[in-house]
């Protein structure tokens, strides 16, 4: 549901979406995205009462992306066209080779190579996915086995897939969901997502108990959310 308000002179718009949670937050997201996530319960106009107290720090925030000038990214999916990987950029190498029946993807001497029959781009995407998903795939599952030793609960399943406004998520039945796209991130930061879920096999929620656990493991976690805020737009192809 989207929803504005007026403040001053400046017209406040956000996306409200209510779910089964105790408290109402408020998300920012570059380039100039507000999302309030509320309980259940709360009307309306109690949820613009809320948020029009945070009005300056919304505005604000706003205007620091502004500044930035974060931008979704636009692909091209041409040679020299730089992929993130774990955080460092790879340019796009492009080779044709009418000899193959479908493209693959690889990382090779720093360049992110696509050996393809055919440069259509809707084929070159498909498969450029298709690589991140495994590495991806790969990856999370090794740093789960490396903070295992912090939980005393396991995943029943882990699986990566396409998640569009998370980057992981818990399920009831202890299932862990990743977005593939975390693999562009740094280590650093791909573990955080990883230690997020896997700590809500222990607390189904946001809670002090929750956050207090992932401090534990990772004492410095949100600097390596931060840098997720801020580079989210260009973990796309």
Not at 147 to 154: G, I, V
Not at 189 to 203: A, P, Q, W
Not at 208 to 223: E, R
């Amino acid at each position: 549901m989207n929803v504005s308000f007026l403040y001053g002179d400046q017209t406040i718009r956000f996306e409200l979406i209510y779910s089964r949670r105790k408290t109402l937050g408020i998300q920012i997201e570059p380039p100039d995205k507000v999302i309030v996530k509320s309980p259940f319960g709360l009307s309306t106009d109690q949820v613009c009462a809320i948020v029009q107290k945070r009005a300056a720090w919304i505005i604000k925030k706003l205007a620091s992306f502004r500044a930035m000038n974060i931008q979704p990214v636009q692909r091209s999916l041409i040679n020299g066209e730089l992929y993130l990987y774990l955080g460092k950029e790879y340019p796009l190498q492009i080779i044709i080779d009418k000899s193959v029946a479908k493209p693959s993807v690889d990382l090779f001497q720093d360049r992110l190579v696509v050996i393809t029959p055919t440069i259509e781009k809707t084929m070159l995407q498909k498969a450029l996915i298709a690589w991140y998903k495994v590495a991806a795939a790969t990856l999370i599952e090794e740093r789960i086995r490396v903070y295992a030793h912090c939980f005393s609960l396991s995943p029943v399943e882990v699986k990566v897939k396409e998640q569009k406004r998370r980057w992981g998520s818990c399920t009831a039945q202890n299932h862990l969901l990743f977005n593939w796209r975390i693999v562009m991130a740094p280590l650093a930061v791909l573990d955080y997502v990883v230690v997020h879920e896997m700590s809500h096999l222990v607390h189904k929620n946001h809670g002090k108990d929750y956050w207090n656990l992932v401090a534990s493991i990772l004492p410095d976690f949100k600097k390596r959310k931060e840098w997720l805020k801020y580079n989210a737009l260009r973990m796309e192809i």
